[in-house]
């Protein structure tokens, strides 16, 4: 009976507790489930286009028509300043990237809510959701780049050394696009208002990026305000690639790349900060 005792008073007892406050990243255990994120992932991609006619093809339709329209309202119409392109050329080059970040902005904010079964029923990290539905829009992306491309050709514009940075502006699309929906997504389980907000939201904040527009007519005094828009530095980024127009604003970029670190950053944050509430709110 002794030596049992002493057995029961040496076993080490480990209690496992609920975080309180704020909680580290834990990015190690997300690289421990990345076959599970490239799961997430292609799953979204196979949804997204399932029992539809047209498939994949709206991937290009979508930037295709409202590059039409942006042309006939913006180019003809209201005789906006293209830089000395073609309309139709400076406007796609702006669509295509927002319409990954759109995606992002609608779909990343609504991952949680559409796997609220799975995330009741299995433990695996939280951030592979919004971060898979994040990075499968790159699938859409590329489709529609390789149209963009095409028309670029077609327009005469030929591909330059400046064709090197683009994934520098992709990137900062990704860092922009998963830090809104980082926090939109852990708000969207706390208040389902959110879901309504986010349409005119992204209709907003497209106005206020130069997609129709040249951000050249932002007098320079304000450039740096204009910045703190971290969608400016990625359009004007993906002209200046793709087109070679103008110069690389450094008193936009550097505010736009600020921007979008912060918005991952304390998005992220903010999400872990919840994570533990998600099983029961959402």
């Known amino acids: 009976m002794q030596r049992a005792s002493t057995t029961l008073q040496t076993t080490p007892i480990t209690r496992i507790e609920p975080s309180k406050g704020w909680v580290s990243l834990q990015l190690r255990e997300l690289w421990a489930y990345r076959e599970l994120l490239f799961f997430l992932i292609w799953r979204d991609v196979k949804v997204r286009y399932k029992q539809t006619v047209l498939g994949a093809a709206w991937a290009i339709i979508q930037p295709v028509f409202s590059m039409i329209v942006f042309t006939l309202i913006f180019g003809r ?6 830089d000395g392109i073609a309309y139709e050329a400076f406007s796609i080059t702006a669509l295509v ?4 970040f759109a995606n992002a902005l609608s779909q990343g904010s609504n991952s949680l809510v559409g796997n609220a079964n799975l995330i009741k029923k299995v433990y695996f990290p939280r951030l592979t959701v919004p971060i898979s539905t994040v990075l499968g829009g790159l699938v859409d992306f590329a489709i529609a780049f390789v149209v963009m491309f095409g028309m670029l050709l077609w327009f005469g514009i030929t591909p330059s050394m400046r064709m090197l940075a683009l994934p520098l502006f992709i990137m900062l699309v990704l860092i922009t696009g998963l830090g809104v929906s980082l926090w939109l997504a852990a708000l969207n ?4 208002d959110i879901r309504y907000v986010i349409p005119f939201m992204a209709q907003l904040w497209q106005y206020g990026s130069p997609v129709a527009y040249s951000s050249s007519l932002i007098p320079q005094e304000w450039r740096w305000l204009y910045g703190l828009n971290p969608m400016v530095g990625v359009i004007d980024g993906f002209r200046w690639s793709m087109l070679g127009t103008g110069q690389i604003s450094w008193s936009t970029m550097l505010p736009s790349v600020g921007i979008a670190v912060f918005l991952l950053f304390t998005g992220a944050l903010y999400f872990r900060r919840i994570e533990k509430q998600f099983a029961d709110m959402v």
């Not at 990237?97 to 990954?100: I, K, S, T």
């Not at 389980?189 to 389902?192: K, M």
């Open 77 to 82: 119409l209201a005789k906006l300043p293209s």
């Open 97 to 100: 990237p927002w319409a990954l």
């Open 189 to 192: 389980v706390q208040f389902r």
